[in-house]
Nanobody, 120 residues
C-alpha cells in the first residue's frame, strides 16, 4: 500500500507564492509518475501539473509560467512551487502518483488534499 501526504497549503495574498510538497511512503516498487490536481468548490477536479522526470512535465495552460513541478525520484517526493497566485487559484490540491508494487501491478494513488486559499 502506498500513501501520499501533502503539506504546504495555507493562506496567501494575490501575487504571492506558496510551495506544496507530497511525500510517498509504504511498499513501493516503482513510481512512474507524480503530479498535482486541484478542485475548487463547484468545479471538477483538474490537472495542474504532472511529471515523469524534471525534464518531462505537463502543465495546465492556466498555470504555465507561474507554477513549477519538481520530482525527487530518490526520495519519492514531488513539489509544486506556485508563484504569482491569482484569486482563481484557490482549491484543494491533491497529490497523485502512479506506482507499481512487487507484483508489477500499477495503481493510481491519491493524497487527502491540502487547502490553498488566496485572499482578495
Amino acid at each position: 500500500q502506498v500513501q501520499l501526504v501533502e503539506s504546504g497549503g495555507g493562506l496567501v495574498q494575490p501575487g504571492g507564492s506558496l510551495g506544496l510538497t507530497c511525500a510517498a511512503s509504504g511498499t513501493i516498487f516503482k513510481i512512474y509518475t507524480m503530479g498535482w490536481y486541484r478542485q475548487a468548490p463547484g468545479k471538477q477536479r483538474e490537472l495542474v501539473a504532472v511529471t515523469v522526470s524534471n525534464s518531462r512535465t505537463t502543465y495546465a495552460d492556466s498555470v504555465k509560467g507561474r507554477f513549477t513541478i519538481s520530482r525527487d525520484v530518490t526520495k519519492n517526493t514531488v513539489d509544486l512551487q506556485m508563484n504569482s497566485l491569482k484569486p482563481e487559484d484557490p482549491a484543494v490540491y491533491y497529490c497523485n502518483a502512479a506506482a507499481s508494487n512487487a507484483a508489477a501491478k500499477i495503481y493510481a494513488y491519491w493524497g487527502q488534499g491540502t487547502q490553498v486559499t488566496v485572499s482578495s
